[in-house]
């Protein structure tokens, strides 16, 4: 019942706008819109649907025949005027559609380091931007070179800046120049650590030079799909009752309610926008899966306009306040000078040559001075037979060295805690991370100054 009443209402909902039927929604493996001819491309398991979506309405089914099982998920088709490509997602082959075949074009391979790379098309040419792999992130862009059927690099050369890498950004060409903004960067300091990117950044291909242009107001990473609007780009999420207008040229975001009809839009397909309408894809949910193509024209597709503003905050600072950044960062720099010789009056600077506390030389043997100075500059757990080495006895047992090494730590512990006046013992022991049957130290490093 209560799935003939979802059905019943969207039925309603959709009354006045055109709908598509484009069959069971698990049989469907891509879409693809081939601007050059108007023309819907919907690819399943062995065939391909065509649908003519000039007027009237036409759906013709061919048999396809892929390169092998798979294909089509591991390959993101594109256009260049009538020709359809299917480029890696993982690597750099590169196939074309020819009649009911798939034939492979490139001499690449692949490679895996710009997966989820950002694919589009310029004067008739595939370029890809950014991409990850190997825990590092891309920051340029390649492009597919016809006569050698070889992906080539565009060196940015005159560039004084160069763009932090991502995968999944959205580029937008225009003019002769290529807006980077979004996608998901990583930490190079913490490789695994992957974050939004808020940066928004601009390429000018003529000039081989990179613009930072700001950082962006809204956080895209939250929106599960888009919607291509001519130079502009649709940001939606089903659990988000507005849609996200981005126009990166004239930097403007502009913010719509959503109406009742938009609400079933699916962003597990790309929508998109051509001749003065938006074709976008809705899942209704019966006893399989339908997929319906909605036809919206352009005037009937926006709800009401919530706010505007501006995409980015524009990166150029004015001088003053630039100065007033940089008097703060003095200041702050002086403070954190003045705070730390003034912490580090009351700690013990160690040398390799011996410990001195408060100007004064601390009593301590070469021995004792050589097992802080391994405990101190080790980045690492101190396994028990590196302090062992210090004290071994060749002519001793085991067991003998063993009682040795533990009176040195009991000692050194005594003298540091007579000197700092603390009552805790500096030096402590437990049970290795990697091996528990191995005894560990480490020393409190807050009571030090290592030079």
């Known amino acids: ?12 909902l959709y009354s006045h706008a055109q709908q598509i039927d484009l069959g069971n929604y698990n049989t469907l493996k891509k879409v693809h819109y081939h601007e050059a001819t108007h023309e819907l491309f919907v690819f399943k398991s062995d065939t391909l649907a065509i649908i003519d979506l000039n007027s009237p309405v036409e759906i013709k089914e061919t048999y396809l025949q892929y390169p092998y099982e798979n294909f089509i998920l591991e390959f993101y088709p594109i256009s260049v005027d009538e020709t359809i490509y299917f480029i890696e997602l993982n690597g750099g082959k590169l196939f074309k559609l020819e009649g009911h075949q798939i034939v492979r074009k490139d001499n690449s391979f692949t490679h895996k380091m710009q997966i989820n790379a950002s694919n589009f098309v310029f004067r008739d040419t595939i370029y890809r931007y950014g991409g ?69 950044y601009k390429y000018k291909k003529k000039d081989a030079s990179w613009t930072a242009l700001g950082t962006s107001n809204v956080n895209l990473s939250k929106f599960a799909g888009d919607i291509s609007f001519g130079n502009k780009r649709i940001f939606l999420n089903n659990n988000d009752n507005n849609l996200y207008v981005v126009d990166v040229i004239e930097n403007s975001l502009k913010i719509y309610r959503k109406t009742s009809r938009q609400q079933g839009i699916s962003t597990f397909l790309p929508s998109f926008y051509a001749k003065g309408k938006f074709y976008c894809f809705n899942l209704i949910q019966n006893q ?7 036809v919206f024209p352009e005037e009937e597709f926006f709800g009401t306009l919530v706010r505007e503003g501006e995409f980015y905050n524009e990166g150029n600072i004015s001088y003053m306040v630039f ?30 040559n ?23 500059r080790s980045e690492e757990e101190v396994n028990s037979s590196e302090l062992m080495d210090l004290v071994e006895n060749k002519n001793q047992n085991f067991a003998h060295n063993t009682k040795v090494k533990n009176k040195l730590i009991e ?3 005594f003298k540091l805690k007579t000197v700092l006046g603390i009552k ?28």
């Open 411 to 413: 000692e050194i512990n």
């Open 323 to 352: 100065l007033g950044f940089f008097i703060i960062g003095v200041t702050a720099l002086l403070f954190f000078l003045i705070r730390t010789l003034y912490l580090a009056r009351n700690k013990i600077k160690v040398t390799t």
């Open 424 to 451: 805790v013992d500096p030096i402590t022991y437990q049970k290795s991370k990697i091996d528990k049957r191995i005894k560990t130290y480490t020393i409190a490093r807050r009571y030090f100054v290592v030079r």
């Open 354 to 376: 011996g410990l001195h506390f408060r100007n004064r030389r601390i009593d301590m043997d070469e021995k004792d001075i050589a097992a802080i100075n391994l405990l101190l």
């Open 288 to 294: 399989k899966i339908d997929l319906k193509l909605i």
């Open 1 to 12: 019942m209560k799935q003939l009443f979802i059905f019943l209402l969207l039925a309603c």
């Open 132 to 200: 990850y792999g190997f825990w590092s992130h891309r920051n340029f862009f390649t492009y597919f070179d016809i006569p050698s059927s070889e992906w080539q690099i565009v060196s940015p050369s005159n560039s004084q800046i160069l763009p932090e890498g991502t995968q999944s950004a959205t580029v937008v060409a225009n003019d002769g120049s290529f807006y980077v903004f979004g996608g998901i960067t990583s930490d190079p300091f913490k490789p695994t650590e992957f974050y939004h990117s808020d940066k928004v």
